[in-house]
């Protein structure tokens, strides 16, 4: 790299001027490159590139390398293959859409419904398809296309799914789509040479850079949030074994302050700025690489850490790739990307006339356009500055959106607010009464849905109390009120309720763009009793547990305390309560600082009858767990001096297992004792941990492979499964009866991943068939001018 180059890790750069000049490489002679400023070294661009609307397009629109890009949309492809079969579902899209199932969804536009499960399928071949075609380069503009339709239409088909990276990943494939990704290393690179190595304008760098820039600085910015900075958030992390190390020098609670919370806020407000110049990129490197592999360790979070890893080269020169390559055996050019120097030109680029000394002069070359401007390097330019305008008001654009606040703002998903925020729920509770009976009964929490977090949002619990409302009268209950008690806590504050228990959610008003009404406010006021908890917590044994609750004047709180929690008790922190047992139907009030007993085994209520909020504690022992504990903790000991020879007494037949648990992993079977039975097992379940843990990194990768092998092998069979039956109709019933009987036979040692020997049909998908055979020739009709056309297009 030339020390005078512009900043690589700049979102603009003079990468035309310096490519331009190892284009002319062989010329006799040439003028000394004239010294640049300051400002040109360090950031890319002079002073004058902003003076004028016409040099700030032509600085947007400068020919750049495309061997970076080229490389980032090679690996963003297949990171969306991968993707598609894991964390989007593939491998488990029965379950997910199965036809007919009575199942409460979560779409952004309630219009937005699921297509049947075989159109699906289909959806899923498109979407893959066009990540691999975005991976090779092949049909670019319609592979992200293909991929950008089908991607933006799952997204928005169920809202409990969103996450940031969810998000990234489809404004990742929209940039794709206008930018010039298929000029390096592409197989439309091999089908047309007049775009093979051709140069791309600078924007298509300056987007992605800014970016993630903006993913970085924003996650940063989200966690000054007073709940991050005390470190409130993410304090169950620093029990991670990923952080023993920094556990040999500093106690677990500074772990969790200064390592967790703080190296996570440094890290996301200064990774954009450290990726952008020369002098800080190494170090960026190494820091933001290890946040990324302990995050793929820490968080079920599929390929994002590896997406956010293979955008850090974007920061690069764009020539690296040649760079890099160049240092291969020379045997394998031929499948590597090119290494030799020099892009051919582009008429998406705008290029400076170049004036050579004396008589000579010298400018682009005749395949170029000239400098001067046109519509469509206008139109980059002006996407690229509204783009990122829009980037940076979206994470602040709540106050629009209000009917989507809840104790956190917006639906969560865009505004980049990573990790910031934990929770916890104690208590769900749905009420239903039948409008024209008045019958009042409960629901199972989760009933009709798949998804849990329809608690926490206020849009979400609307859409479920409506479909509860469609769904219930098939039961006998008609035109039902619906009724949420929901009790959550919030990065280790008090348990409360998030909505109002009053309301019937079936018919309470809600809009997305005015304030949720029925939404109870966070009790910020009681956030420093977190300190005391943690005293609290650390006064007690391992044996005792405590939950704390905070409850609005005016509520009531209906709880039942199971048998196996002997000693409970409820102790008054602030405000008053009064306690009515309900079997004994006495009512005891407490004021802070008084507790009282509450039989096990019954029902009891607390009513909060002061003014303010009342803040009190459970505190109890599991004692069915504890007597539990005490027995394994003596047979344990009579294990040991079995083994060691220091046991003198015969054992009694009850304990004779425990001779043999060592020699046989299936003794607990033979144990008569039910204590004995389920002790034996928790000791194989300790041992088959240990084992994993303690398993070298071939046998770790072996297991990560098999594991995969099968997720991917069940989503290629359900998709062949689905593709057969839009192409030739779902099997006769007769056949499936067949198949039915033969499975339920004795074909025992049939893998439940294997294709089915009768016609690769799952068990899932019998009983659909009866309703789904009528509509079976329209769609097959349909299904077969779309296979016509595709194939007809792409030949």
């Known amino acids: 790299m030339e020390a005078g180059d512009a900043t690589a890790g700049a979102f603009v750069r003079r990468d035309g001027d310096d490519q331009t000049a190892k284009d002319q490489h062989k010329a006799p002679k040439r003028e000394q490159t004239p010294t640049r400023s300051k400002m040109e070294q360090i950031f890319g661009f002079k002073k004058e590139d902003l003076t004028s609307w016409h040099s700030f397009v032509s600085l947007l629109n400068r020919p750049t390398d495309p061997a970076s890009l080229g490389i980032f949309r090679c690996l963003f492809g297949l990171l969306m293959v991968i993707d598609i079969t894991q964390e989007r579902g593939l491998s488990n899209l029965d379950y997910k859409y199965l036809d007919g199932a009575p199942v409460c969804r979560f779409p952004l536009f309630n219009f937005l419904q699921p297509l049947p499960l075989d159109w699906m399928y289909l959806v899923y071949v498109v979407m893959f398809l066009g990540a691999s075609g975005i991976m090779l380069g092949c049909f670019y503009r319609l592979s992200c296309l293909m991929f950008l339709s089908t991607y933006w239409y799952i997204f928005f088909l169920d809202k409990t799914t969103w996450n940031n990276h969810s998000y990234l990943y489809g404004l990742i494939g929209f940039q794709l789509t206008l930018m010039d990704g298929n000029r390096y290393w592409s197989i439309d690179g091999l089908r047309r040479p007049s775009i093979r190595n051709a140069h791309v304008p600078l924007w298509n760098y300056t987007l992605l850079r800014a970016q993630i820039f903006i993913v970085y600085f924003i996650a940063g910015v989200k966690k000054l949030d007073a709940d991050w900075v005390e470190g409130y958030s993410m304090s169950y992390l620093a029990h991670h074994w990923l952080f023993d190390p920094f556990k040999l020098i500093l106690p677990v609670e500074l772990v969790s302050l200064l390592v967790v919370h703080g190296g996570g806020l440094i890290l996301d407000l200064t990774a954009g700025y450290l990726l952008f110049f020369d002098v800080t990129r190494p170090y960026a490197f190494f820091f933001v690489s290890y946040f990324h592999c302990m995050n793929s360790q820490l ?67 005749a395949a170029a356009k000239s400098s001067k401007l046109r519509l469509k390097h206008k139109l980059g330019a002006i996407f690229t500055v509204l783009y990122l305008m829009e980037q940076f008001f979206m994470p602040y654009s709540h106050f629009i959106t209000q009917g ?129 908890f943690q005293e609290i917590e650390g006064s007690l044994d391992n044996q005792t547990e405590i939950v704390f609750i905070a409850d609005f004047p005016g509520l009531h709180l209906e709880n039942f305390v199971s048998e196996d929690l002997g000693n409970t008790s409820i102790q008054v922190l602030q405000g008053q309560v009064n306690v ?74 009850e304990l004779q297992p425990l001779m043999a648990a060592d020699d046989d992993e299936g003794s607990e079977v033979n144990a008569t004792d039910p204590i004995v039975r389920l002790f034996l097992k928790r000791q194989r379940r300790m041992k088959e941990v240990k084992k994993r843990r303690e398993a070298g990194v071939l046998e770790r990768l072996q297991r990560f492979a098999v594991k995969k092998y099968y997720t991917i092998r069940r989503g290629i069979l359900m998709t062949a499964i689905a593709m057969r039956n839009l192409a030739v109709g779902l099997p006769p019933l007769e056949q499936l009866s067949v198949c039915h009987l033969g499975a339920a036979s004795g074909d025992e040692e049939h893998h439940e991943d294997s294709p089915h020997p009768c016609g690769l049909v799952s068990d899932s998908w019998r009983e659909k068939s009866h309703t789904v055979g009528e509509k079976g020739a329209k769609w097959r009709s349909v299904w077969r001018f779309c296979l016509f056309f595709f194939f007809f297009f792409f030949n």
Request: charge should be neutral; charged fraction near 20%; proline fraction near 9%.
């Open 404 to 532: 989507y606040n809840n104790w956190t703002n917006g639906l969560y998903g865009y505004s980049w607010d990573m990790m910031v925020h934990s929770r916890s729920h104690q208590h769900v509770k749905i009420t239903y009464k039948d409008r024209k009976t008045g019958e009042t009964g409960y629901l199972n929490p989760g009933v009709f849905t798949q998804s849990r977090r329809w608690k926490d949002h206020g849009d979400m619990l609307k859409q479920y109390a409506t479909c509860l409302h469609q769904y219930l009268p098939r039961y006998n209950i008609s035109d039902p009120e619906i009724y949420f008690d929901i009790w959550v806590s919030i990065n280790e504050r008090f348990q409360q309720r998030i909505f109002d228990p009053r309301v019937d959610i079936v018919r309470a008003e809600w809009s997305p763009f005015k304030p949720n009404k029925w939404l109870m406010p966070l009790l910020v006021d009681l956030s420093p009793w977190r300190t005391k």
């Open 299 to 365: 968080f079920s979070i599929g390929m994002f850490p590896y997406t956010m890893l293979a955008t850090s080269p974007l920061f690069c020169y764009p020539d690296w790739p040649r760079n890099f390559f160049a240092h291969f055996p020379s045997f394998l050019r031929a499948v590597l990307p090119l290494t030799s120097p020099g892009s051919q030109p582009s008429p998406s680029c705008v290029y400076e006339e170049i004036q050579g000394s004396g008589t000579q002069q010298r400018q682009t070359p």
């Open 580 to 653: 009515e047992i309900v079997e004994e139907k006495k009512n005891y009030t407490l004021q802070p600082g008084e507790q009282i007993k509450v039989p096990a085994g019954a029902y009891h209520k607390v009513y909060t009858v002061s003014e303010d909020p009342s803040c009190y504690m459970y505190v109890y022992v599991n004692t069915t767990e504890a007597a539990l504990q005490k027995n394994f903790t003596k047979l344990y000991e009579i294990q040991e001096r079995v083994r060691n020879g220091t046991e003198t007494e015969p054992l009694p037949p």
